[in-house]
């Protein structure tokens, strides 16, 4: 028997589907406001609240050069930008981010790092869950993981479930961590589930949608990122959520991840704001960017 065929969306329904899609508020009494320091504060009121992005995800790199640039080892580097991504944590909770994707391990770091960094990486994992955990209860956050977590070392993945078993009744922000992660074996791993999913079924390649592909994503709980910050001053995406993307505001700052702090979350929050999404459609005013921008250099 041959599974029920489902027309594919069209582009416009997509790109409407998207625009449209519901922002998450948290009721003012879940805030925390007043925790921010006085700078955050600064940046915070220039922020259109039910403009808040969805999700943001952070592309975390710059922790070797910030230790090189101090003459100090790379454990160093990596030890800050722990502490770095605890204190964005603590901001996107007390402005009620409701999804925050950090890309703390990639399945090529696991692969072609020296195995003495790639151990310190796995036992600082578990220090920074074990030493956290009364933190992210403080903030209501609820932990999460996608990437090949089961090639992980027994020890680090029994940490990883206590962690996310004890913050599962939260109801704050959605911390996922990306571990032993690649955005292409991401798909690898989705086509092959996919694949077993047709063969089940009994369906033919014509009647699979993106929706299908969505579903076996490890980020199918997931709303797609808003907003993908990158830091260290490089420009690409490095492996990450290739997927999801596809519409997402890019963010670019020099600063190296050890020296980003909840300021900068907010700067680039601001930044997002400032930028008139159009998921391949046309702006406020009718024009497409090609238009926009000749609007803007007749106008010089």
């Given at each position: 028997?041959?599974?029920?065929?489902?027309?594919?969306?069209?582009?416009?329904?997509?790109?409407?589907?998207?625009?449209?899609?519901?922002?998450?508020?948290?009721?003012?009494?879940?805030?925390?406001?007043?925790?921010?320091?006085?700078?955050?504060?600064?940046?915070?009121?220039?922020?259109?609240?039910?403009?808040?992005?969805?999700?943001?995800?952070?592309?975390?790199?710059?922790?070797g050069r910030?230790?090189?640039?101090?003459?100090?080892?790379?454990?160093?580097?990596?030890?800050?930008?722990?502490?770095?991504?605890?204190?964005?944590?603590?901001?996107?909770?007390?402005?009620?981010?409701?999804?925050?994707?950090?890309?703390?391990?990639?399945?090529?770091?696991?692969?072609?790092?020296?195995?003495?960094?790639?151990?310190?990486?796995?036992?600082?994992?578990?220090?920074?869950?074990?030493?956290?955990?009364?933190?992210?209860?403080?903030?209501?956050?609820?932990?999460?993981?996608?990437?090949?977590?089961?090639?992980?070392?027994?020890?680090?993945q029994n940490?990883?479930?206590?962690?996310?078993?004890?913050?599962?009744?939260?109801?704050?922000?959605?911390?996922?961590?990306?571990?032993?992660?690649?955005?292409?074996?991401?798909?690898?791993?989705?086509?092959?589930?996919?694949?077993?999913?047709?063969?089940?079924?009994?369906?033919?390649?014509?009647?699979?949608?993106?929706?299908?592909?969505?579903?076996?994503?490890?980020?199918?709980?997931?709303?797609?990122?808003?907003?993908?910050?990158?830091?260290?001053?490089?420009?690409?995406?490095?492996?990450?959520?290739?997927?999801?993307?596809?519409?997402?505001?890019?963010?670019?700052?020099?600063?190296?991840?050890?020296?980003?702090?909840?300021?900068?979350?907010?700067?680039?929050?601001?930044?997002?704001?400032?930028?008139?999404?159009?998921?391949?459609?046309?702006?406020?005013r009718g024009?497409?960017?090609?238009?926009?921008?000749?609007?803007?250099?007749?106008?010089?």
């Open positions: 028997m041959r599974g029920h065929v489902r027309p594919p969306a069209s582009r416009e329904e997509r790109s409407q589907a998207l625009s449209k899609r519901r922002i998450i508020l948290y009721p003012a009494a879940t805030l925390r406001i007043h925790e921010l320091s006085p700078e955050e504060r600064a940046v915070y009121a220039t922020l259109k609240p039910e403009r808040l992005p969805q999700h943001v995800a952070i592309i975390m790199d710059g922790n910030w230790a090189g640039n101090r003459s100090l080892k790379r454990f160093l580097g990596h030890r800050q930008g722990a502490k770095s991504a605890q204190m964005v944590i603590d901001t996107a909770s007390q402005i009620g981010l409701p999804w925050l994707t950090l890309y703390a391990f990639s399945l090529e770091n696991n692969l072609r790092r020296p195995k003495s960094e790639v151990n310190f990486l796995m036992r600082l994992l578990r220090s920074y869950l074990e030493s956290n955990i009364d933190r992210m209860m403080s903030n209501n956050v609820r932990i999460r993981y996608i990437g090949r977590t089961d090639e992980l070392p027994i020890e680090v940490t990883m479930r206590y962690a996310e078993d004890t913050t599962a009744r939260n109801t704050g922000t959605n911390v996922t961590l990306a571990l032993n992660y690649g955005g292409r074996s991401e798909l690898v791993d989705a086509f092959r589930s996919l694949a077993t999913e047709m063969k089940h079924k009994h369906l033919s390649a014509d009647q699979i949608t993106e929706e299908d592909i969505n579903r076996h994503l490890y980020t199918a709980h997931i709303p797609d990122p808003d907003l993908l910050i990158r830091t260290s001053g490089e420009m690409r995406i490095s492996n990450f959520l290739m997927w999801q993307i596809a519409y997402s505001e890019i963010f670019f700052t020099e600063r190296l991840w050890p020296d980003f702090r909840g300021i900068h979350l907010l700067e680039a929050i601001a930044a997002f704001q400032r930028r008139e999404r159009r998921f391949g459609g046309l702006g406020e024009e497409t960017s090609d238009e926009a921008e000749q609007v803007k250099i007749a106008a010089r």
